[in-house]
């Protein structure tokens, strides 16, 4: 793609200009704002074979079937899915031999009249990368962030150009597709917080490694995926739901991130008005962390989210380096009950004044940010292997200016410690754990659960030397008994994960 990215007007001249291309646009919500730039730049004779917009809901569930929700990416996958089926059904034996069909559809609720509702949409397109060829699809969702609604529908507008422009043109480029999906925009107008590939042309398309090119472009501050790799829009998924997350760097996982974790979720699940059965549970990895030694090493990554998935994790990635912006990006999709759960070393780095030096209120300012949401903290004890005494929320040792405060926190319970632990695992660090996979001393294993270690060994993750396979692969379903019981949505951290 040439370093000059082209015009809005040119990318759909070009789409409206390629004999191949033909199909449909539905749009419900926002008017119909993508065909329109079809239509205005001319020659869309020979793309467009039907526009529509089915505004009313009975009309809608006439067409594509009853839903609860008309925004939501159950109702764009009905849209494509019948009006590409369409398309075939009507034209391919008239014109297949030279024509690569598409549907495009978009579901979006743009700025109503009085500005209270959650401004955001579905986007997909289903297509042929070539005639007679197998269907591919690409499908995001977007969060408009322009405060009136023409702009919105204007930047909807661009966005959907950019991904029939990508579809047909970069489909064998997926990062190069990513990034022009904000061509002629800014971050400032459009988030895309969830983009997934699918179909014969993204055979070879990893989700998770897309989903962190999201964040890493800055199209969106975060992603989200399942234990078995299906991408996951975050306010789906955390909708009216209590949230505990452990922050990580997962290299690898060991027992002592497993135990913690079941403590802060037995005492999280013992909260007022928290259901056990609506915990969601999400392991945090931070663009700082995943850029620790420079460049993100993609291979590092996928090791570390691959250990996460054998444990039935699911995966958030955040550019929220400081816990009161993770805090605040919670909040925004519930107003349950918000926990996090950390090591004593952590709690000990989240009061250094250090950290909040470009914040007009320092450290009071981002604690007031962090807890305004009734959020708890849930501390690991740090063990001194010297000594055998543990740092406990009780013995923390805090600068002195700062101690009336701290002692404020915990007198409040927005800082509580976890008691129910396992002392056999104190003693573990996952620095050593990774150091002594690189190093090929055999006790490593004994710090991990029985599913990572076979994993690791397998695959050859983490610098580890192969072994040959004796076990049956390493999935949620073979856990050992310390991970069983949590929920499918579980999630891990480091305990001497730094406040990143």
């Not at 009006?83 to 391919?92: G, I, K, Q």
């Not at 042929?128 to 909807?156: F, K, W």
């Not at 780095?349 to 009071?364: A, M, N, S």
């Amino acid at each position: 793609m040439p370093s000059e990215r082209p015009t809005t007007e040119r990318k759909a001249l070009a789409v409206n200009l390629d004999a191949r291309r033909y199909g449909s646009f539905a749009e419900i919500g926002a008017g119909q704002e993508v065909v329109r730039w079809f239509f205005r730049v001319g020659g869309a004779a020979g793309t467009i074979a039907k526009s529509m917009s089915a505004y009313d809901m009975s009309v809608s569930d006439a067409i594509y079937g009853q839903c609860d929700r008309y925004v939501c990416r159950q109702r764009l996958q009905d849209m494509l899915d019948r009006e590409h089926a369409l398309n075939l059904e009507r034209l391919r034996e008239s014109r297949g031999d030279t024509t690569a069909f598409f549907a495009f559809a978009d579901t979006v609720s743009a700025r109503n009249f009085h500005g209270t509702n959650e401004c955001h949409g579905w986007m997909g397109i289903r297509f042929q990368a070539h005639p007679r060829d197998q269907d591919s699809q690409i499908i995001l969702h977007v969060r408009m962030l322009d405060t009136e609604n023409a702009l919105q529908q204007e930047a909807l507008g661009i966005v959907g150009v950019n991904l029939l422009y990508g579809a047909f043109f970069l489909n064998h480029e997926p990062d190069q597709l990513i990034e022009s999906l904000l061509d002629n925009l800014s971050t400032r107008r459009i988030e895309i917080d969830m983009i997934e590939f699918s179909g014969i042309a993204f055979r070879h398309v990893d989700n998770r490694v897309m989903s962190l090119r999201l964040v890493q472009l800055g199209l969106s501050s975060a992603a989200m995926f399942s234990a078995d790799g299906e991408v996951l829009q975050p306010s789906e998924v955390l909708y009216k739901k209590p949230i505990l997350v452990e922050r990580g760097s997962f290299r690898p996982l060991t027992n002592v991130n497993v135990d913690m974790l079941e403590a802060a979720k037995a005492k999280f699940q013992g909260e007022e008005d928290v259901e056990s059965s609506d915990v969601v549970t999400l392991a945090e990895i931070t663009m700082r962390n995943l850029k620790a030694n420079g460049d993100i090493d993609l291979r590092d990554f996928l090791e570390r989210v691959d250990v996460l998935a054998a444990a039935g994790m699911t995966v958030l990635i955040s550019d929220y380096f400081e816990y009161y912006r993770l805090a605040a990006y919670l909040a925004r999709h519930t107003k349950k009950k918000i926990g996090i759960t950390m090591g004593a070393a952590s709690l000990i780095e989240l009061f250094d004044d250090k950290y909040y030096t470009t914040l007009d209120g320092g450290i009071l300012e981002s604690f007031g940010r962090l807890f305004k949401n009734d959020l708890k903290l849930y501390i690991y004890p740090l063990l001194n292997r010297e000594t055998g005494e543990l740092t406990k929320v009780d013995n923390l040792e805090i600068a002195n200016e700062l101690r009336t405060l701290y002692q404020y926190l915990v007198d409040k319970g927005c800082i509580e410690q976890l008691e129910d632990y396992d002392p056999d695992h104190l003693s573990t660090f996952s620095r050593e754990v990774l150091r002594q996979i690189e190093k090929g001393d055999p006790e490593w294993v004994e710090h991990v659960p029985e599913v990572v270690a076979d994993l690791i060994q397998q695959r050859g993750y983490f610098g580890c030397r192969r072994v040959a396979k004796t076990s049956e692969p390493a999935t949620a379903k073979t856990l050992n008994p310390i991970i069983a019981p949590l929920t499918p949505l579980i999630p891990a951290a480091g305990m001497m994960s730094p406040v990143v």
